[in-house]
């Protein structure tokens, strides 16, 4: 079942602008992750947060988490063409109460950063 | 220079016959995983394995089949009985599985083209 769902499915920005992506699941989770995957590529891990923080940054990326509304943001700040890509977001989600651990990917957001 | 290598980077089959995919990580992590990845879509947890000589199903397991002999090395094999077998299948490992979970180092791919 998929748990993560992002949303925009793409987004087209100028060099220079905030991109922001969002992220929604259904279940309870131990944490969310965020992952970029050049075309063709394997993923590369951008970013953990944990169920019980709420934001956490690095360089120039944010993501916050809220819990309540089960749902996180990732958020490019002074994008470059080079971080043109896809976004994932992937949940290690609790089932039936049991913490298994797996990931489970969302289809992604598509970036593309014009120069 | 420490990664996880798949090969081959292409690969091309004819149908009905079996195909194994390489995976090997010298990064000393305990877990491993087998992900598929469709046109536009995320990834789908095709198997997994916390520990050398242990490996569960994931969440699309039919028409494939792996082995877990060495820490270092997951192979996969994508059997004639897989319906639709084309597609890019990525290779991961983490430290360790189990939960919560651990990022998740990805290698390059292989793009299996049957036909």
């Known amino acids: 079942s998929q748990q993560g769902e992002e949303d925009p499915q793409a987004l087209s920005i100028q060099e220079g602008e905030n991109a922001t992506m969002n992220c929604s699941y259904k279940?309870?989770?131990?944490?969310l992750q965020w992952y970029r995957q050049n075309s063709g590529r394997g993923l590369v891990h951008l970013i953990l947060i944990r169920s019980n923080e709420r934001e956490k940054h690095s360089g120039r990326l944010r993501v916050t988490l809220d819990t309540s509304k089960k749902s996180s943001s990732l958020l490019i700040t002074a994008s470059r063409a080079a971080d043109t890509a896809s976004y994932f977001c992937a949940t290690d989600g609790k089932a039936g109460g049991t913490s298994y651990g797996k990931l489970t990917f969302g289809q992604g957001t598509i970036l593309t950063v014009h120069p | 220079d420490g990664g996880i290598t798949q090969s081959p980077k292409y690969l091309f089959r004819k149908e009905g016959q079996n195909v194994t995919l390489s995976c090997e990580q010298n990064?000393?992590?305990?877990?491993m995983y087998w992900y598929r990845q469709d046109p536009g879509q995320g990834l789908r947890l095709i198997y997994y394995s916390q520990i050398v000589n242990d490996f569960q199903k994931g969440d699309i397991a039919e028409g494939y089949s792996v082995s877990r002999e060495k820490k270092e090395s997951f192979p996969l094999t994508v059997t004639s009985a897989q319906k639709n077998p084309t597609a890019f299948y990525l290779c991961?490992?983490?430290?360790?599985?189990?939960?919560?979970?651990?990022?998740?180092?990805f290698g390059p791919g292989t793009r299996l083209t049957v036909t």
């Open positions: 279940t309870s989770i131990n944490n």
């Open positions: 991961a490992s983490s430290l360790a599985g189990g939960s919560p979970s651990y990022e998740q180092y």
């Open positions: 990064l000393n992590h305990d877990a």
